[in-house]
C-alpha cells in the first residue's frame, strides 16, 4: 500500500472490516461489543463487510492484535476487497504503520474514525475551529509514522553561505508548523468560548434556559423540532449534530423559555477530542433545567444513561437539575419494557419526539420548575411605575387593588410565583412587599427535576461505565 494512503483518513463508501480487542476492564458492551462503532462506520459513510473480535489480557506492543491475528485480517481484506480496517480502539502510530504494512490496507483506529465524521458534521465556524484543534493535536504526535518527506533538508554545501550545518529534518518543520497551527486555533477558540459564556450568561439573567442532552442518535434534535417547531436537522446517524442550537420554547400564553439542543455522547473519546469540544456544552453547563433525553426503545439504554451521568459530572453539572426523558416509547417492543423505566425511574416521563405523546405533561413539568413557589403577596408599587405595574398584571395574578393616592402608590394583592417575584425587581421601579406567604407548586401535583448526582438509583453504582463528550 502507498504510504501516501495516510493522508486520506476518510471511510465514504468504503467496504470497512470492524475490529474490536476486548481487554480487562473494558467499556464496551458485552452483549455487541462493535455495535456502536458499527453505527460510527455508518455515519461516516463506510460499508461494513465483516466484524473481528479478540480477547486479549494485554496488548502487542507492534500490531496490538498480534502477527496471527494480523495476517488473518489480511486474508479477509484480500477476500472481501475490504478498503480499510476500523479498530474499536486507540492505537499509536508505530502500531497503525506497522498493521499497515501486514494488511495491505488502510487502517484507522476509533478517534480517527470520530474526527473523521466531526469533520464532515461541523456546520459553524466555532464547530470547524474545533475539529481542526482535535485534528491537530491528533497528528502531532504521530507525524513521524504519518508521512513519508521527513529527510533532511537545508544542508551541505550546495545550501549557500549560513546555511551549512547539519540541516533541519522535514518533521522539525512539521511539527514546529503544527504547533503554531493548535496556538493560533486554541486562541481563536479562547475568544469563541470567551463570547459564547457572555451570550450565555446574559441570556441566563433573561430567560428560562432548558438544555437537552443525551446519548448520541436519542432523538434530541427530533424533540428540540417537536417543542419550538425549529425544523433542525435530523437524521438517524450518531453525530447528526454538532452544533448547538438555542430556540423559544412556549410554555404557556405568558411565558416562555431558551431550549437548546447539544452535542451527544459517546463513551471512550480521548481527552483530547473532550477538550476541543467544551465549548459546544456551554449551553448545557449554564443551563436553569436539564431534559436528559434517553432512547429507551435502545438494548443498551442503561448503560447509554450511565455514561450520560457520568459526562455531566465530569463536566460540573452534578448539582444541576435534570429530568429524565424516556423517550422512543412509541418504539418499545414490549410494554414490560417500558413499565421497568417505569419502575426504576418513577419521576422520568415516558414522551416521543416522533409522535407528540407526553409532551404536555413535560412542558407542565417544565412550566412548574421554572416558576417554582408560588406565593399570595401584597405588593406597594409607585402609581407611576407604569411598567411595574403592567408586569405583575401580565405575570401575576392580581386579587385586589387598593389605590393610595396621598402617597402616589397602588397596592396590589397577588398570586406570583418565587421566579417572577425576583424579575419584578428588573421591572418595577422600588417596589415594597408589604406581606408574602408560600402556596402552593405551580401546575399540580407530581415530582420535580433532582440535581444530575442523584438521577440514578444507588444499587447501579457497580455498574457504571468510563463514558465522555461526543
Not at 441566563?204 to 436519542?218: D, I, R
Not at 435502545?298 to 455514561?307: R, T
Amino acid at each position: 500500500m502507498s504510504k501516501d494512503h495516510r493522508t486520506e483518513l476518510s471511510v465514504h463508501r468504503e467496504k470497512a472490516i470492524l475490529v474490536g480487542v476486548i481487554l480487562p476492564g473494558s467499556t464496551a458492551d458485552p452483549r455487541d461489543p462493535l455495535g456502536e462503532l458499527a453505527s460510527l462506520a455508518a455515519t461516516a459513510g463506510a460499508e461494513v463487510v465483516e466484524r473481528v473480535i479478540q480477547q486479549r489480557h494485554s496488548i502487542d506492543p507492534g500490531t496490538y492484535i498480534g502477527h496471527g491475528k494480523a495476517e488473518e485480517i489480511t486474508r479477509m481484506v484480500k477476500a472481501l476487497h475490504a478498503d480499510v480496517v476500523i479498530f474499536d480502539n486507540d492505537m499509536s502510530p508505530n502500531q497503525l504503520r506497522d498493521l499497515e504494512k501486514i494488511c495491505e490496507c488502510k487502517i484507522l483506529d476509533r478517534s480517527e474514525l470520530i474526527l473523521d465524521i466531526f469533520g464532515t458534521r461541523a456546520r459553524t465556524h466555532e464547530a470547524q475551529l474545533q475539529v481542526a484543534l482535535a485534528q491537530m493535536e491528533y497528528t502531532y504526535p504521530r507525524l513521524r509514522h504519518m508521512w513519508a518527506h521527513l529527510e533532511r533538508i537545508g544542508s551541505g554545501a550546495g545550501a549557500g553561505v549560513g546555511a551549512r550545518g547539519p540541516g533541519e529534518m522535514q518533521l522539525e518543520i512539521d511539527r514546529r508548523l503544527v504547533r503554531d497551527k493548535v496556538s493560533d486555533l486554541k486562541k481563536r477558540i479562547a475568544q469563541v468560548q470567551d463570547r459564547k459564556s457572555r451570550e450565555v450568561s446574559t441570556r441566563k439573567e433573561q430567560h428560562f434556559t432548558v438544555s437537552l442532552v443525551g446519548y448520541t442518535n436519542a432523538g434530541k434534535s427530533t424533540m428540540f423540532n417537536t417543542l419550538t417547531g425549529a425544523g433542525t436537522f435530523v437524521e438517524d446517524k450518531l453525530f447528526a449534530t454538532l452544533d448547538t442550537k438555542t430556540r423559544q420554547w412556549r410554555l404557556a400564553s405568558a411565558h416562555s423559555g431558551l431550549l437548546s439542543d447539544t452535542v451527544g455522547f459517546v463513551r471512550d473519546l480521548p481527552h483530547h477530542l473532550v477538550a476541543s469540544f467544551k465549548a459546544t456544552l456551554e449551553e448545557a453547563t449554564h443551563a436553569d433545567l436539564l431534559l436528559i433525553v434517553l432512547d429507551v426503545s435502545h438494548p443498551h439504554a442503561m448503560q447509554q444513561l450511565i455514561s450520560v451521568q457520568k459526562v455531566l459530572m465530569d463536566i460540573g453539572c452534578g448539582n444541576q437539575k435534570a429530568q429524565l426523558l424516556l423517550n422512543k416509547t412509541d418504539a418499545v417492543s414490549s410494554p414490560d419494557d417500558l413499565a421497568f423505566w417505569k419502575i426504576k425511574f418513577p419521576s422520568a416521563l415516558p414522551v416521543s419526539a416522533k409522535t407528540g405523546e407526553g409532551v404536555a405533561r413535560l412542558t407542565d413539568v417544565v412550566l412548574r420548575t421554572m416558576l417554582g413557589e408560588m406565593i399570595h403577596a401584597v405588593i406597594s408599587v409607585e402609581l407611576s411605575d407604569s411598567k411595574g405595574i403592567t408586569f405583575l398584571e401580565k405575570y401575576a395574578t392580581v386579587l385586589a387593588r387598593d389605590y393610595e393616592t396621598l402617597a402616589h402608590r397602588v397596592v396590589l394583592e397577588v398570586q406570583i410565583s418565587s421566579r417572577i417575584m425576583e424579575q419584578m425587581y428588573n421591572h418595577a421601579h422600588h417596589p415594597e412587599i408589604l406581606q408574602q406567604k408560600p402556596i402552593r407548586h405551580v401546575g399540580g401535583a407530581g415530582p420535580l427535576p433532582v440535581p444530575v448526582s442523584q438521577l440514578l438509583p444507588t444499587d447501579f453504582g457497580e455498574h457504571r461505565v468510563a463514558a465522555t463528550i461526543a
